[in-house]
C-alpha cells in the first residue's frame, strides 16, 4: 500500500499569509493527486486535481505542484474563509490513501 | 450540477448490517466510476470501496473485506453500500463519492455502530 504523509499536521496562521502544506508519498504515483478542503461539519472539497490543476470555482490563491513522491498545496495569501482542514488523495493505485489532514487555524 | 444524496444511516448493533443507498443526479451516472469515503468522528478520511461504470471491478480497503460490498444500479442512477457485520470501529459518516479520482462528493450519512 502507498502511505502518505502529510506535514505539518496543524499550523497557525494570520490572514495576509503564505501557507505551505506537503505530502509525501511512500512511492512514486506520477500525478496522480489531488487536494481537498474540508469544513467542519461538511464533506469535503476538491481544490487540485492531477497534482497542480486548479479545480472549477477554486481561487487561484491555491496551487498545487509536485510529481512523484512530494507534493505541495500553497494558499498565497490567506483568507478568512480558509480556514479550515486539508487532505491529499493518491489515486495511483489501490487502495486509495489518503495524508493524516493539516488543520489550519487562525494565529 | 453534480448531486450525490446519501441515505440509509442510522443506529446499528454490533454485528448488524446496514445498506446506504447513493441518488445521483446531474451527471451520466453509469458513465462513471463511483467511491464510498468515511470518516469516523474527530478523524481523518478513509477511502473504502471503488466500483467500476459496469460493476465489473470493484476494490476494497483491507479492513471491510469481505463485510462490506460495492454495487450500483444505473438504471436507478444510483450506488450503494451493504455492510455487515458492523463493528465500533465502523462508526463513520461515509460519503459516497464520484470517480476514482473523487471529484464531488455527497454530504454524508452517519453510521453509529454501538449497543
Known amino acids: 500500500d502507498i502511505q502518505m504523509t502529510q506535514s505539518p499536521s496543524s499550523l497557525s496562521a494570520s490572514v495576509g499569509d503564505r501557507v505551505t502544506i506537503t505530502c509525501r508519498a511512500s512511492?512514486?504515483?506520477?500525478?496522480?493527486l489531488g487536494w481537498y478542503q474540508q469544513k467542519p461539519g461538511k464533506a469535503p472539497q476538491r481544490l487540485i486535481y492531477?497534482?497542480?490543476s486548479l479545480q472549477s470555482g477554486v481561487p487561484s490563491r491555491f496551487s498545487g505542484s509536485g510529481s512523484g513522491t512530494e507534493f505541495t498545496l500553497t494558499i498565497s495569501s490567506l483568507q478568512p474563509e480558509d480556514f479550515a482542514t486539508y487532505y491529499c488523495?493518491?489515486?495511483?493505485?489501490?487502495?486509495?490513501?489518503f495524508g493524516q489532514g493539516t488543520k489550519v487555524e487562525i494565529k | 450540477e453534480v448531486q450525490l444524496v446519501e441515505s440509509g444511516g442510522g443506529l446499528v448493533q454490533p454485528g448488524g448490517s446496514l445498506r446506504l443507498s447513493c441518488a445521483a443526479s446531474?451527471?451520466?451516472?453509469?458513465?462513471?466510476?463511483m467511491t464510498w469515503v468515511r470518516q469516523a468522528p474527530g478523524k481523518g478520511l478513509e477511502w473504502v470501496a471503488t466500483?467500476?461504470?459496469?460493476?465489473?471491478?470493484?476494490y476494497y480497503v483491507d479492513s471491510v473485506k469481505g463485510r462490506f460490498t460495492i454495487s450500483r444500479d444505473n438504471a436507478k442512477n444510483s450506488l450503494y453500500l451493504k455492510m455487515n457485520s458492523l463493528r465500533a470501529e465502523d462508526t463513520a459518516v461515509y460519503y459516497c463519492?464520484?470517480?476514482?479520482?473523487?471529484?464531488?462528493w455527497g454530504q454524508g450519512t452517519l453510521v453509529t455502530v454501538s449497543s
Open positions: 463519492a464520484r470517480q476514482t479520482t473523487v471529484d464531488y
Open positions: 446531474g451527471f451520466t451516472f453509469s458513465s462513471y466510476w
Open positions: 466500483i467500476k461504470e459496469d460493476e465489473s471491478e470493484k
Open positions: 512511492q512514486g504515483i506520477r500525478n496522480d
Open positions: 492531477a497534482a497542480s
Open positions: 488523495l493518491q489515486h495511483n493505485s489501490y487502495p486509495r490513501t
